[in-house]
């Protein structure tokens, strides 16, 4: 085996041993649960002098599977959906399209644009119609927008790049804050399902999903001989899902409408909270270098590999499942560290993934070794699995139920506007590319300064 199959084996051994350990950790804490309220059961009565029926009680076991076995299926289908498309918009557009390079890119732009706007308004509507609503919609804009790479008209492509902008921000705000708030209403923080750990489990299983998504699309795609192929698929993903929403799911709203809340709201737009700010300067510095990342690290590695004087091609397919590997053993080190084990607080949790991500990106400047490289990217990845679970809970923890979709939507303003800047700057070469590293090293270095002052625990 060459280098990156030994990295993806060691990956995939060590993922699952402690999958198999989690899963062993969870059975243990499920049982000692259920014999709490089977002990509880004996010792109630009711007034006739029957025990009383509390198998799905608010804060018990039983409505804490019940909730996971309607949250997580419906998570895994939206997310397959997701990575599904990702791996083959561009290549789509410019290769099977024969779309010029700058029609590509304004594409990709009206995408982020439409995601920026659209978060102006879509959270305050989920808060207001109700967040199971906006969910469904979610699966409709994008089977829409999936539908529309089935044509060739311009104007058509463009609409459903707009959709898919607009699908991108409610599947980063809506699921989230429905989540959130079921967990909160069923009063599942009286069991042993943690939010931390249900946010720990989600970045596990989207990377689970992002590597099976990827070779299901690649076969796809040489069965089919066309690269639309995977969009619909998604389209199969999203029904199922949908169904499931609308029969097990039930609706949470916000607290709109009263003059106090939306005073709060206005406030908190407007910065005066200061922890919201800082979710925001982190959200916009940390998944801004992210997308950059992805955008810049196939070249560097290809850089890499020229100045080691290799002349093999590399293999993408097996360094993006070993990057998959880092974020699910990054999301694993998550639940581990914060739940588990209980080392640190979870603001010191995403200040030290913040500054780990910030010598990651730094370090691939002053160390060229291809295998280095490698290594400090997957470090990377690392770090994105254990910030995506550390931000959701932090999140569930600052922003009230009653705005949540607002305030989750608002938040992805400065990420978008970050994102359009960045295309519309992008220059290809190593110097710019290194200009691009440590600028993002830089702003995520002050990102965990100010997580440290602001963020409270």
């Known amino acids: 085996m060459d280098f990156y199959q030994i990295n993806l084996v060691a990956f995939v051994l060590l993922n699952g041993s402690m999958v198999y350990r989690q899963y062993r950790q969870d059975k243990r ?22 025990i009383a029926k509390v198998d799905l009680a608010p804060g018990s076991a039983s409505s804490a599977k019940q909730f996971t076995n ?17 791996p083959f918009i561009y290549t789509l557009y410019k290769d099977e399209k024969k779309l010029p390079e700058e029609i590509v890119a304004r594409l990709f732009t009206t995408g982020f644009l439409a995601g920026a706007v659209s978060a102006l308004f879509v959270g305050s509507l989920a808060d207001r119609f109700g967040r199971k609503n906006a969910c469904l919609a979610f699966c409709a804009i994008t089977t829409l927008s999936c539908l529309s790479v089935l044509s060739n008209n311009i104007s058509v492509l463009f609409v459903g790049r707009a959709l898919g902008g607009l699908g991108t ?44 998504a990827g070779l299901v699309g690649q076969v796809l795609v040489s069965w089919t001989g066309t690269k639309c192929a995977p969009f619909v698929a998604s ?15 039930s609706e949470n709203f916000g607290d709109g409408g009263a003059p106090k809340e939306k005073k709060d709201s206005l406030k908190l ?22 997308y950059l990342f992805i955008f810049f690290w196939s070249p560097a590695l290809k850089s890499s590999h020229i100045l080691a004087h290799h002349h093999s091609a590399l293999p993408f397919g097996i360094i993006f499942a070993s990057f998959m590997g880092a974020m699910m053993l990054g999301s694993m080190l998550f639940t581990k560290i914060l739940t588990d084990k209980r080392w640190m607080t979870c603001r010191e949790l995403l200040q ?27 470090l990377f990845e690392a770090c994105v699995g254990m910030y995506f679970p550390a931000m959701g809970y932090q999140k569930g923890k600052v922003v009230a139920d009653g705005e949540r979709a607002h305030i989750y939507g608002l938040l992805r303003i400065p990420f978008n506007i970050f994102v359009v800047v960045a295309l ?19 702003l995520l270095l002050i990102v965990s300064a100010v997580v440290g002052v602001f963020l409270h625990d």
């Not at 030290?352 to 400090?376: D, K």
């Open 269 to 290: 737009l407007l910065g005066v909270d200061k922890q919201i700010l800082t979710l925001g300067l982190t959200s916009c510095c940390f998944e801004g270098s992210m």
């Open 235 to 249: 389209i199969c993903c999203l029904a199922p899902a949908s169904l499931i929403i609308s029969r097990k799911w």
């Open 70 to 86: 309607i949250f997580f299926p419906v998570y895994v289908l939206v997310w397959g959906a997701d990575w599904l498309q990702g």
């Open 352 to 378: 030290a993934v913040v500054t780990l991500a910030s010598g990651s990106l730094l370090f691939t400047i002053f160390f060229r070794s291809e295998y280095v490289t490698f290594w400090l990217f997957c």
């Open 29 to 50: 804490a499920e049982l000692s649960e259920k014999i709490q309220e089977f002990d509880s059961e004996n010792d109630t009565e009711s007034d006739e002098g029957h």
């Open 169 to 212: 921000t409610l599947m980063y705000t809506v699921f989230e804050a429905w989540m959130v708030t079921e967990y909160n209403q069923r009063g599942l923080e009286r069991t042993s399902l943690k939010l931390s750990t249900i946010f720990g489990r989600m970045i596990t299983l989207s990377s689970v999903v992002a590597v099976l």
């Open 424 to 442: 519309s700057l992008t220059k290809e070469g190593d110097a710019y590319r290194e200009v691009i590293f440590m600028t993002c090293s830089g």
